[in-house]
């Protein structure tokens, strides 16, 4: 069967299958499957399984589960609690300071799990009921949760930047060393939104003065939360950056150090360490198999020379190599719509990579500004994943229009955050570059 026909058989069986919201796993491989077939019959389906090999055995792919294994224990050992007791008692007296308090706590939690769903479900159960008894108005209180909460994409160490890193064959240590500037720099960004609204509208937050003020020594007392969380971030970033161990044996450091960060707080038990390790499993076989279904896909879409035909028809068209990169941009948006991070990476990557090459961008400031284009997708409506975070744990009369409304000024910041770099790109790399300076 002709090649072509088949490439227009896996792209349209792609779309009809994602609208219809199978599974994203099965739709690839069935997809690869059925295409191996057809283009070269059943013996040829040896090829599919030994072009998948290399990825089910892959070290770099131990980091996963290492990762996820790491962020569970932390969410069920109290240090989250902990982190926002300290925080709610430092910001009482600052305009906007819950708000401002929940953005840094999630760009702690960031740098201690790198998954974006506890740090969302973490928020919307501490922090949300404790913005609106507060007077908080609910779509602010909504948005800073919803995008403080995906600063686990971008802020090392993120099981999105790892798969990026993995899927683009580029340095996992470089990917998370890139994503620490831009991360911060988006943190601060929603601070300084959060502060300036309400300093524009103090409406919007309760009075300062009208907060109680503890003692100076209660408030010192409370920022011991923060040992724990540090040394949870040394551990893993110190470990990375010094030479002392790759991305993927940090990982291992990290689940030591939420171990013991457990039993610190006295929360660590065999059906504690049970229960973390089933979600582990769990979220671990999801991403593989999404992992070995698009290796698959690509395998067979690029042998169709579906790659060549979209690389070449990029370098004949006559357009500005950054109106190539926008619209690469909102393809990831909108399939942000659909998809989770994990399968627009599996799928697009390897697509786009060659593309970013021939226009002479760099992979690693490109990995970047994939990873705050999936934080766009995370909170665009209506199908944006933290909004329905959120929803499960939305208290009564607060409805998900809402929410809708409170994501709205911090997409138009995301936005706003990856021109600037798109636009300065040093902000991206100066410091991958310097870490591997340093490191000669």
Known sequence: MESSFVLLFMLTSLIAFMLSGAGLAFVLGAIAFISTILLWGPSALIVAVLNTFET???????????????????????????????????????????????????????????????????????????????GYHPPLALGAICAGGTLGILIPPSVVTIVY???????????????????????????AYILIRTWINPTLAPNPDDMEDLPLGEKLAKLKSLILPAFVVLGVLGSIYTGIATPTEA????????????????????????????????????????????????????????????????????????????????????????????????????????????????????GVLFMITAQMAYITPPFGYTLFYLKGVLPEGIGIGQVYRGVIPFFLIQVAVLILFAVFPDLVTWLPEALSQVGK
């Open 56 to 134: 089910m055995t892959s070290e770099s792919l131990m980091a996963i589960p290492l990762y996820v294994l790491m962020a569970s224990i932390l969410q069920k050992s109290a240090i989250i609690d902990a982190l926002y007791d300290a925080m709610e008692t430092w910001s009482a007296r600052l305009n906007g300071g819950l708000a401002v308090g929940t953005i840094i706590i999630c760009t702690i939690l960031a740098a201690m799990t790198g998954v974006v769903g506890a740090a969302v479900a973490a928020m919307g159960i501490l922090a949300l009921p404790s913005m609106l008894s507060r």
């Open 165 to 191: 890193a993995i899927t683009a064959q580029i340095s996992i240590g470089q990917m998370f060393a890139a994503g620490i500037v831009p991360g911060l720099i988006l943190a601060g960004s929603y601070i």
């Open 251 to 366: 990982a291992a450091v990290g689940v030591l150090g939420a171990a013991i960060s457990a039993m610190v707080t006295r929360r660590l038990s065999f059906t504690m360490l049970s229960g973390a390790a089933t979600e582990t499993l769990r979220v671990t076989a999801m991403i593989l198999w999404i992992t070995i279904g698009a290796r698959a896909f690509i395998s067979v879409f690029v042998a169709t020379g579906g790659a060549d035909s979209i690389l070449g028809f990029v370098e004949g068209f006559e357009a500005s190599r950054w109106v190539i990169l926008g619209v690469m941009v909102l393809v990831l948006i909108f399939l942000g719509l659909f998809l989770d991070e994990i399968g627009i990476i599996l799928l697009c990557v390897p697509v786009f990579l060659p593309i970013i090459t021939t226009l002479d961008f760099d992979p690693l400031w490109f």
